[in-house]
């Protein structure tokens, strides 16, 4: 018989996993139905102001802060840290140190994952899909399978991956920062959008598999310390 702490732990997890398999599903219909629809109305929009993603880069500190995923994922490990620490006299210093250098190796692992992903998938991101050449080659969605080339590393999205990662963390530890997080990644989910740097299907993606990867670390977590 399953303890009611197991019970209520396993509970938690197949509301996530519920979770992810919507936003897979989300993902879906965004890369048949919106990516193209969206990314073409910022495109013109945004070059109508003379804007775009890569005449940014350097001018608009929070197109900076938003796209820099080294600035993120140092982001991330700050915040995992101060969240863990809430705990420091519930956990002794060596489970904390432990829990401590599990989400660090967790990030680690994630960020392999999303590079191996990246280059699987091979997406394209936006701003290449309106150039003339791309264009006359009819890619409608933008995948161009096991692709190395620069410019095709769009899917899924390893911001939302990490941010979501980090926010699951939060959660599930109870900590005070929930909402504060909460918005933060609201923020980046929007932004990423918005300046054209990820299609909608990316950062649905991204968040899929942040919300999966950092289910399964936090099962494996609660069994051994059970």
């Not at 398999?21 to 890369?31: K, N």
């Not at 936006?126 to 409608?140: A, K, R």
Request: hydrophobic share 55%; charged share 10%; aromatic share 16%.
């Amino acid at each position: 018989m399953l303890s009611s702490k197991q019970n209520k732990l396993a509970f938690h997890l197949m509301n996530y996993i519920k979770l992810t398999l919507g936003l897979i599903c989300l993902t879906l219909f965004a890369i048949l139905f919106l990516d193209k629809l969206i990314a073409l109305w910022l495109n013109e929009h945004l070059h109508h102001h003379n804007i775009n993603a890569t005449s940014l880069k350097g001018v608009s500190w929070l197109y900076d802060v938003l796209t820099s995923e080294l600035s993120l994922v140092l982001f991330v490990l700050v915040i995992l840290m101060i969240v863990s620490l809430e705990f420091r006299n519930l956990f002794s210093k060596r489970r904390l140190f432990v829990l401590i250098c599990y989400q660090i190796t967790g990030l680690m692992c994630l960020n392999y994952i999303k590079s191996l992903l990246k280059y699987l998938f091979g997406r394209c991101v936006p701003d290449v899909c309106f150039l003339p050449w791309y264009i006359e080659q009819g890619n409608q969605y933008g995948f161009a399978w096991l692709s190395k080339v620069s410019g095709f590393a769009s899917f899924p999205s390893g911001h939302c991956a990490f941010m979501s990662f980090c926010i699951f963390w939060v959660i599930a530890l109870r900590s005070s920062l929930r909402l504060v997080m909460s918005c933060l990644f609201g923020l980046l989910f929007c932004g990423l959008v918005l300046f054209n740097y990820h299609f909608l299907g990316d950062c649905l993606a991204g968040s899929a598999l942040g919300v999966l990867f950092a289910s399964c670390c936090y099962w494996l977590w609660c069994r051994a310390i059970d």
